[in-house]
């Protein structure tokens, strides 16, 4: 008999991590390019409670999609390319702690500030993004090293996937191709998230039909006796 608990669990991780990572992002009244802008601040004042809420949930998406690789990590057989798939979870891990981080920043300063200069002139609004500018470029490197080891993580998982076996070899190859193109797009455009935003939809979309395709495979634990 098969035990499909872990199995289960595991799917479920990465279609929640999916739905937290991608919706969150999506429902943001507003999307920061990089550095914060005065129009960003007042869009941000014009939906305060809804910018707040959806960064958490976006944030939380990508620590799901932690617990995520850990569970497929879990549940993975025994096979020569776990050293591939285990080194390509734990890279995929570090990226999205170090995006997270960076996420974080836009979170806090974007709401503390926005509440803060409810009221205020223009003139302020811009001395408090002006006063940000060194922390904003920590928080943006730490947010494009993230994506990168992101997309690294996804290369060396996909390759791990697809000489494995387990589950359909396209799941190794899309991994491989959507962390090609993340890794690229950092380092050919990292002065601009406009050109991010594809492949953010396409790690999501990962995500979730890799979530689909593990409830649906044969991954399992022994029952125990």
Known sequence: MKNNFARDIAGFSF???ALMFWGGYMLLPVHINIYFTPEDI?????DLTMYLWMY??????MIITIAA??????????TSSRVLVNPGLAVISIGMA????????FYQFGTSGAYDLLGMPLEAVREFI???????????????????FTGLGMVIL??????SKVLPSWTGITAIIIGIAAMAVIIVVPTSDLFYIPVLHLKALWLAVMGITIL??????????
């Not at 690789?69 to 025994?78: E, I």
């Not at 943006?140 to 090293?145: A, E, L, S």
């Not at 996909?158 to 000489?163: A, E, V």
């Open 15 to 17: 279609i929640a991590a």
């Open 42 to 46: 007042l869009t941000i004042q014009g």
């Open 56 to 61: 958490r949930v976006h944030i939380f998406g």
């Open 69 to 78: 690789m850990s569970a497929l990590g879990t549940v993975f057989p025994q």
């Open 98 to 105: 170090a995006t997270s981080l960076g996420s974080a920043f």
């Open 130 to 148: 002006a006063s940000l500018k060194l922390d904003t470029q920590y928080a943006g490197c730490f947010m494009r090293f993230g994506r990168v």
């Open 158 to 163: 996909g390759t791990g996937l697809w000489k």
């Open 216 to 225: 649906r495979s044969q991954i399992s634990f022994p029952a125990p006796n």
